[in-house]
């Protein structure tokens, strides 16, 4: 099956992103992708205004994890989500132009965090989760420089927290990035080998 991977299938990845799949994949795993059946909104108020940015990434992982791990028990699975964090505020996906716009104004000219959390189930149960954060700082940018940007980027401005993708076009908005690759891009790579070492899951 892989020359890495000691599981008997392939690495379950409970998460649609083509992303996270790619980032997976070229570290040597098999891996095929089910959907959570997780409403990410209903846990977020859940846990109440007081929860912290990287605590709620922690916690949406485990939800996705342990939802997938659940119907398929005798899978490893891995759940992740990627959470914004400008001054303790939680930001979420903008969901049109207009609040993506808006998101990328209140970042212009300041740091914020990304917190990528990465959950690990076998035998249907939770077996633990890690959290990596990134550093981001994004350049000055003026109403005209932020209207060009959300308009060359389309739908990717509007599906992402803080309006960009960083992998693309969303690459321009930023002066500085302080962190590993695969935490900004939403799966903490060097996390995730290591809870998959504890398992005896990995030949190197």
Do not use: C
Request: proline share 6%.
């Amino acid at each position: 099956m892989s020359a890495i991977w000691r599981g008997t299938a392939p690495l379950l990845l409970a998460s649609t992103s083509p992303v996270r799949r790619t980032l997976l994949e070229a570290a040597g795993f098999p891996v095929e992708t089910v959907p959570p059946d997780v409403d990410e909104r209903a846990v977020e108020a859940s846990l109440g205004p007081g929860i912290r940015p990287a605590e709620l990434a922690a916690r949406l992982a485990a939800e996705k994890a342990s939802a997938v791990a659940r119907l398929h028990p005798e899978r490893i699975v891995i759940g992740a989500d990627q959470v914004l964090d400008l001054d303790g505020e939680s930001l979420g996906k903008p969901g049109s132009p207009e609040n993506a716009r808006r998101q990328i104004a209140r970042l212009a000219g300041r740091s914020h965090f990304l917190h990528s959390a990465v959950a690990v189930a076998t035998g249907g149960r939770l077996h633990a989760v890690r959290v990596a954060t990134a550093r981001l700082s994004v350049r000055d940018l003026d109403d005209a420089a932020i209207a060009h940007y959300v308009a060359s980027a389309g739908e990717a401005a509007t599906r992402s927290a803080g309006g960009y993708e960083i992998e693309g076009l969303g690459i321009h908005l930023f002066s500085a990035v302080d962190g590993e690759h695969s935490t900004i891009l939403g799966l903490p790579l060097l996390p995730t080998l290591a809870l998959l070492r504890e398992l005896d899951l990995i030949a190197l």
